[in-house]
């Protein structure tokens, strides 16, 4: 059964707010908005929506903290909107758990393409402990990646480490799959932005676009509990990109 398509815009602006609702409405779906980050926490919880646009400077509890609360209750896609182009602003908000962002003012129909791409890559969350595969059985028989002991099975979207799920992203989910598929093989940051984005963006690829990958990849070994400088699993090329450590 496919999600509901139900959003929720958080957005202090009246005429955004309007704006945005039209665009998702446009897209077929059923839209709840709030005009304060407390309320958008609270409609997130209510419907659990597919979709969440998050405005960055509100009254009160800021955009980080709004997507941090909104991320620890839900697996909501978020899009974060900001009139702040300075790259620190654009890394905190993907830190806070945003999956995209658009800089205001924006095109409605960027807003929208942006939506129907990350609604392409699977919602499902990660943290789901998946039963142990037959221990008798290759892990390639039955659909998993691995790579010295970190395990991922990319239909089911788990991830377990030493056999304990680890609760990831979709992003950081998408980046470790990537990693995994190509083994000792360098892959640029150039590709893995490429790759988490929807090809109608065409090739460019921003400096936004490939420090958003360092971000999610800092994320991602974090919670690996990766050294950068004594890496187990992932390597650093530097000036390229990243590949996994050898056997």
Request: no cysteine; glycine share 6%; net charge negative.
């Amino acid at each position: 059964m496919e999600h509901p398509r139900v959003a929720v815009v958080v957005e202090d602006d009246e005429d955004i707010r309007v704006l945005i609702n039209e665009v998702l409405v446009q897209a077929g779906f059923e839209v709840h908005s709030a005009s304060t980050g407390l309320e958008g926490v609270r409609l997130v919880q209510e419907h659990q929506p597919l979709v969440t646009t998050l405005d960055l400077s509100m009254p009160g509890i800021d955009g980080f903290e709004t997507a941090k609360r909104i991320r620890a209750i839900s697996v909501t896609y978020l899009v974060m909107l900001t009139a702040r182009a300075d790259e620190i602003d654009v890394l905190q908000g993907l830190q806070a758990g945003a999956d995209d962002y658009l800089t205001k003012p924006f095109r409605p129909r960027e807003l929208r393409a942006r939506v129907e791409a990350m609604m392409r890559r699977p919602r499902v969350p990660t943290a789901v402990v998946a039963p142990a595969p037959d221990s008798a059985s290759p892990p390639a028989e039955v659909g998993w990646l691995e790579h010295r002991g970190v395990r991922l099975h990319p239909d089911m979207r788990v991830v377990t480490v030493e056999g304990e799920a680890l609760e990831l992203t979709r992003t950081e989910f998408d980046l470790l799959e990537k990693l995994l598929r190509a083994g000792v093989r360098v892959v640029s940051k150039h590709q893995l932005s490429l790759a988490l984005r929807d090809e109608s963006r065409g090739q460019f690829v921003s400096d936004h676009d490939l420090r958003a990958i360092e971000v999610h990849m800092a994320n991602l070994r974090r919670k690996l509990g990766e050294s950068a400088t004594r890496p187990r699993w992932i390597e650093t090329v530097r000036g390229v990109g990243y590949r996994l450590t050898a056997r």
